[in-house]
């Protein structure tokens, strides 16, 4: 089976610009969630989906901005992109029942993000 | 922020020595999760542990929880080469839906 899927692995980007990142979940899985991770940290929060509904958030910029389609992949857009934005950032899923409690989240592999 | 510290930051050791790292968090949790982490590529999950749970046996991998301190212990026995890598706990906060919170990581170095 396959795992979670991000799209594209590295991406390069200037001051301002916007980017798109994709994720696509474990097949079966409803809940998408988003994490930042800088160099030499652990991941952080961004975003949490399930059954196309916002779930929770963490504490981003409104610059960040996410969505969930009706096949559960995501997308998580950045705008006026800024040199501390880059990062690593993975996507997450899970089944989503519960309320997400209980729950192991899958990771993908990552898309690193370079703003110059 | 970070909810959890991991200890020690990094620990360097013999293939065939035990390694253990250590987590300390801040407020209840539904759960803990212990994922690995390649040369900052994705996340790879090993272990969760739920708040009622004491220890946890997986492979070469024993993780303990202790709820009172609010800390948890990653163990892996007769480590190998392969085991080189960055240890991350993760916590599910009570009341937080599943948002993990992570801790800073430990970085693991197992010398041939």
């Known amino acids: 089976d396959a795992g979670v899927t991000q799209s594209p692995t590295h991406l390069i980007k200037t001051r301002g610009q916007h980017v798109t990142l994709r994720c696509s979940p474990i097949?079966?899985?409803?809940?998408v969630s988003w994490y930042q991770q800088v160099l030499g940290q652990g991941p952080q929060f961004i975003f949490q989906y399930y059954e196309k509904e916002e779930r929770g958030r963490g504490n981003f910029p409104d610059r960040f901005s996410a969505r969930q389609f009706p096949n559960y992949s995501s997308e998580l857009n950045v705008n006026a992109l800024l040199l501390g934005d880059s990062a690593l950032y993975l996507c997450?899923?899970?089944?989503?029942?519960?309320?997400?409690?209980?729950?192991?989240?899958?990771f993908g592999p990552g898309t690193r993000l370079l703003v110059l | 922020s970070q909810q959890g510290e991991e200890d020690p930051q990094a620990l360097s050791i013999q293939e065939g020595e035990n390694a253990t790292m250590n987590c300390s968090y801040k407020?209840?949790?539904?759960?803990l999760q212990w994922y690995r982490q390649n040369s900052g590529r994705g996340l790879v999950h090993l272990i969760l542990?739920?708040?009622?749970?004491r220890e946890k046996h997986s492979g070469r991998l024993r993780v303990t929880l202790d709820t009172s301190k609010k800390s948890s212990s990653l163990l892996i026995t007769a480590s190998r080469a392969a085991d080189t890598a960055s240890y991350f706990c993760?916590?599910?906060?009570?009341?937080?839906?599943?948002?993990?919170?992570f801790g800073q990581g430990t970085e693991l170095s197992v010398k041939p």
């Open positions: 542990i739920r708040s009622n749970e």
């Open positions: 997450a899923s899970s089944l989503g029942g519960a309320g997400g409690v209980q729950e192991t989240q899958y």
């Open positions: 407020t209840s949790i539904n759960n």
């Open positions: 097949s079966g899985h409803k809940s």
């Open positions: 993760a916590t599910d906060g009570y009341n937080q839906g599943g948002k993990l919170i």
